[in-house]
């Protein structure tokens, strides 16, 4: 048994299922614990104060580059950028082209709210800003923005709703399932080709991702597991012949329109095909073992 973080961990041969149940009891309790203080709608309170810093960065564009957040310049006692870098967004963005995104933050937000309540969602923004802020610290040059948690946020809807259709510029409809794919692949291919920094602010946007719904997908991996074990046992019992001939060996399956029988005069569950029915030594006493 092993001891993580205050919680008793027995890892089986299965170390990937301990951890995964592990990371679920630790969501739950933590969920818990900030239930009494969650906010209701969060996410619209996230869109207002991103559109009050976005028309404050139209009248003086120089702001904008004061709320986004980087390690360094908290360290030089710049602390406010740990709460606005929330609110920044980019203020050469059209008009147009902002609202579309808070209007789809909100609305992906609201579905996963709705599906976990309001303290899971709550929690799940409240990982992703502590992941962003101890990244921002690792890397202190690298610049830390609300697309972190907004990316995590659509992946997570996506999860929980694969076959929830967008329409791209309001005409092409496509799964959101197969944009979040897109997503990953430009996660997987920032791991990859990225330096560490880069590699670190984006693992940040994906950890709260892991640690909730990483669970779901090996709850996925072994349902998978267990239904084709299943199916194999199933193939498995269908292929045995259901009766066989005790003398000649042939069985239902080899002959299936061939008539077998039990003789009631052997001991066990002796079958016999049309040609030995009447034509066989009774098995009695030791031979029917």
Same mark, same amino acid.
């Given at each position: 048994m092993n001891r993580i973080c205050g919680y008793n961990v027995t890892f089986s041969t299965n170390p990937t299922e301990q951890i995964m149940k592990w990371?679920?009891? +630790? *969501?739950?309790r933590m969920e818990r %614990?900030? #239930?009494? *203080? #969650?906010?209701?709608?969060? #996410?619209? *309170?996230?869109? *207002?104060?991103? =559109?009050?810093?976005y028309m404050a960065a139209q009248a003086n564009p120089e702001l904008y580059g004061q709320f986004i957040l980087t390690g360094a310049q908290v360290m030089d006692g710049e602390v406010w950028r740990l709460f606005t870098f929330v609110f920044a967004f980019p203020p050469d963005s059209m008009i147009l082209f902002a609202l579309i995104a808070w209007l789809f933050f909100h609305f992906l937000a609201s579905l996963l709210e709705h599906a976990w309540g309001t303290a899971k969602f709550n929690l799940y923004l409240l990982i992703g800003y502590i992941a962003a802020v101890i990244a921002a610290f690792i890397y202190p040059t690298i610049q830390a923005t609300p697309l972190v948690m907004a990316s995590s946020v659509f992946l997570a809807a996506a #999860?929980?709703?694969p076959h +929830?259709?967008?329409r791209i510029m309001f005409i092409l409809p496509v799964e959101i399932r197969w944009l979040a794919y897109l997503n990953w692949i430009g996660i997987v291919y920032m791991l990859i080709v990225g330096d560490m920094a880069l590699r670190t602010i984006t693992l940040a946007g994906v950890i709260n991702y892991l640690m909730f719904l990483g669970p779901m997908y090996v709850q996925? %991996?072994?349902n998978y597991k267990r239904r084709a074990e299943w199916n194999e046992k199933v193939a498995v019992q269908k292929s045995k012949p259901r009766h066989t001939c005790t003398v000649c060996g042939i069985d239902s399956n080899q002959n299936p329109d %061939?008539? =077998?029988r039990y003789c009631s005069q052997c001991e066990g569950a002796q079958a016999y095909c049309e040609q030995h029915l009447r034509d066989h030594e009774h098995i009695v006493g030791r031979e029917a073992d």
């Open positions: 990371l679920e009891k +630790l *969501v739950y %614990m900030i #239930a009494p *203080v #969650a906010v209701p709608n969060l #996410a619209l *309170v996230i869109i *207002v104060g991103q =559109f009050i810093c #999860a929980i709703h +929830l259709v967008i996925r %991996m072994q %061939m008539d =077998f």
